[in-house]
């Protein structure tokens, strides 16, 4: 059963159930009143007879007299003796003939009392009166009065008529109004069903709900929901693809190197000791991608085991900078602007990645008689390192990108043939501090070169280990 369905079905029985509740209440109130009106009438008639038998002395009744009796041509009126023999009857009884009494269980009451009884096989309404002479507690009659209920059945029975077909009918405009109005609130998740299936069909994460109503209600959350997920698998489809197809890039160039090596040497029937330190280079090379591509995936997933400890982020600089200064040669300066006494809670060998990574970057992307500035300050609570150059600078259209994995610079593309970078060096920069973290920022140096700044939180008392 479809939901448009279900509802239309929910929405119509709903209206059914509150009408019926309704019919019900007003049933039982009409024919509850009515009765009331109809003991009232008899009540009166029985008091007007009573009255009129001189104030209570119920002489008039007694000997046959029946003008009394006739007070309503719809009531009729019975006086029965101490004997419970017909004394007297009103005229329309008369003319029932009803030879009865109109109440027999009723005669033998000591207390006014009210009854349904079948005369003539309709239903009547009789109250039956006795008489007792007051003060003597003596009974000397029994007056009698009924009234044909037919009215009130005709009544009750029109009613329900209405109240049945009415229930029908309201029924029947609450499916038609449920239907058509579900058609209408459920037409833009039928425009979610067809673009959810034309994407999986042409394998197209490009496209994307079109939705002209307001943005806040909750088809247009949904909407804007399914639109926010398509956007964030296509970007992940794209990045998945990219990296599959950087990967293999990367991955054939060594392997050619390899291969292209032994097919020599086995040509020549000799190792070569050349060829030989070629294949090394290159496995060495591969083994580094690899041993990236991990770290990566480890960090990405924010399961990269650090060993957390106190470091002096000072010190291990300090140690870094002797290392680059190999680096550096006499090709360009490398010096230290300020430096503050800095510690960290971090994983001591992957903050020294990160110096690595952006000195040795700055060393790279610097050319001959440039300069690389690396400076160590502090503010209330976070560390701040600085590395600065002044050589070919980023492209303001490549700084967005310029932390995702393998993403390189078009001029160093070209110069990736030297056969260092992968394009990854920024990206596990990234990864690492944002496992400690902190905040690593690109910006450009003036007049020329580029400046990265890297935060972390300064220590703050004993460093827990995650690893
Ligand atoms: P790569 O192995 O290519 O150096 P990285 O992830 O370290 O990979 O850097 C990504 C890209 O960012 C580089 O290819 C380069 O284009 C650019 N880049 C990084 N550091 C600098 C820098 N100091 N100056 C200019 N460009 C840089």
Known sequence: MTLRVRLTLLYSLTVGGILLLLGTAIYITVSVTLTRQIDAALNRVIDAIIEESSAGQIGPLEGGSQTGLDQNFEIYVQYWNADNELESESINASLLNLKRSMDDAGLQANHPVFRNITIHSAQWRVLTVPLIVSGQDRKVGT?????????????????????????????????????????????????????????????????????SGPREDEVGQLITAFNQTLGRLENLFNTQKRFLADVGHELRTPLTVIKGNVDLMRRMNCSDDESLGSIESEVDRLTRLVGDLLLLAQAESGKLPLAMQTVELDTILLEVLQQMKILARDRLSLRLADIDQVIVCGDQDRLKQVLVNLISNAIKYTPNGGEVVVGLGKTENQACLTVSDNGSGIPVEDMPHIFERFYRGEKSRTRSRDGKGFGLGLSIAYWIVRNHNGQIEVSPRQPKGTTFTVWLPLAQGPCIDAS
Do not use: H
């Open 143 to 211: 007056l009698q009065a009924g009234m044909n209920l037919s009215i009130v059945e005709r009544t009750q029975q029109v009613l329900l008529t209405v109240l049945v077909f009415g229930c029908l009918i309201a029924m029947a405009v609450a499916a038609m109004a449920g239907w058509f109005s579900i058609r209408q609130a459920l037409s833009p998740l039928k425009a979610v069903t067809n673009t959810a299936l034309q994407i999986t069909r042409a394998d197209d994460l490009s496209r994307r709900i079109p939705y």
